[in-house]
């Protein structure tokens, strides 16, 4: 019966595992606990080969990034925390978020034209410009900065559209999910802040 279901709502068990690890994942980066990285590095490898399997390519690139991020995130966060004691939260200034909005200009350009002329990439600038800014948020959330969870508002309201197009529902379903967590993240992170900075 559940292979049935599964067919009827154009999931795989694939998508299915790789959503419910992602979602781990993403609460355990709001808890900003060092176990959220070995999760996400799972996630990322589940969820590159879904979307090798329904040709979204720049977002398999970008699970293979975020995987090697993660590798990063993890020593960055655990550094820290034999630091300081905590996994702290920092405030990016203007330059940073100049910085960040430019590198995701200029990487979506740079990959939407690469994939929109040498491969059969569903979507090819849409999917670009969204790896792009994606590995702004990542990189940002490695970096500890509070400014991250913005970013992963924005992108992942717009994936939902690119999932639903895409008729992988339970995708954009948990991409909804990931809007209403990064919500809360930024919450619980601005709270942490404003912790630190009174204990300052």
């Given at each position: 019966?559940?292979?049935?279901?599964?067919?009827?709502?154009?999931?795989?068990?694939?998508?299915?595992?790789?959503?419910?690890?992602?979602?781990?994942?993403?609460?355990?980066?709001?808890?900003?606990?060092?176990?959220?990285?070995?999760?996400?590095?799972?996630?990322?490898?589940?969820?590159?080969?879904?979307?090798?399997?329904?040709?979204?390519?720049?977002?398999?690139?970008?699970?293979?990034?975020f995987a090697l991020c993660s590798v990063y995130g993890w020593w960055h966060w655990?550094?820290?925390?034999?630091?300081?004691?905590?996994?702290?939260?920092?405030?990016?200034?203007?330059?940073g978020w100049l910085i960040g909005i430019l590198a995701g200009i200029l990487g979506?350009?740079?990959?939407?034209?690469?994939?929109?002329?040498?491969?059969?990439?569903?979507?090819?600038?849409?999917?670009?410009?969204?790896?792009?800014?994606?590995?702004?948020?990542?990189?940002?959330?490695?970096?500890?900065?509070?400014?991250?969870?913005?970013?992963?508002?924005?992108?992942?309201?717009?994936?939902?559209?690119?999932?639903?197009?895409?008729?992988?529902?339970?995708?954009?379903?948990?991409?909804?999910?990931?809007?209403?967590?990064?919500?809360?993240?930024?919450?619980?992170?601005?709270?942490?802040?404003?912790?630190?900075?009174?204990?300052?």
């Amino acid at each position: 019966m559940l292979p049935q279901l599964l067919a009827w709502l154009h999931m795989t068990p694939l998508e299915v595992i790789s959503a419910l690890v992602s979602l781990l994942g993403i609460w355990l980066t709001m808890r900003r606990l060092l176990v959220a990285w070995p999760v996400i590095i799972l996630s990322c490898l589940l969820y590159g080969e879904f979307f090798r399997e329904i040709h979204l390519y720049s977002d398999m690139l970008l699970q293979g990034v975020f995987a090697l991020c993660s590798v990063y995130g993890w020593w960055h966060w655990y550094r820290g925390v034999q630091d300081e004691g905590a996994v702290t939260v920092l405030k990016l200034n203007r330059n940073g978020w100049l910085i960040g909005i430019l590198a995701g200009i200029l990487g979506s350009l740079a990959l939407g034209a690469f994939m929109a002329r040498y491969t059969d990439a569903s979507l090819p600038w849409l999917d670009a410009s969204l790896t792009s800014f994606s590995l702004v948020g990542q990189w940002w959330q490695a970096r500890k900065y509070l400014e991250n969870w913005h970013v992963w508002v924005a992108v992942d309201l717009i994936y939902i559209g690119e999932y639903l197009w895409k008729q992988v529902p339970i995708t954009a379903a948990l991409y909804a999910i990931f809007v209403v967590m990064a919500v809360f993240g930024l919450r619980d992170w601005q709270r942490a802040r404003a912790a630190q900075v009174r204990a300052a």
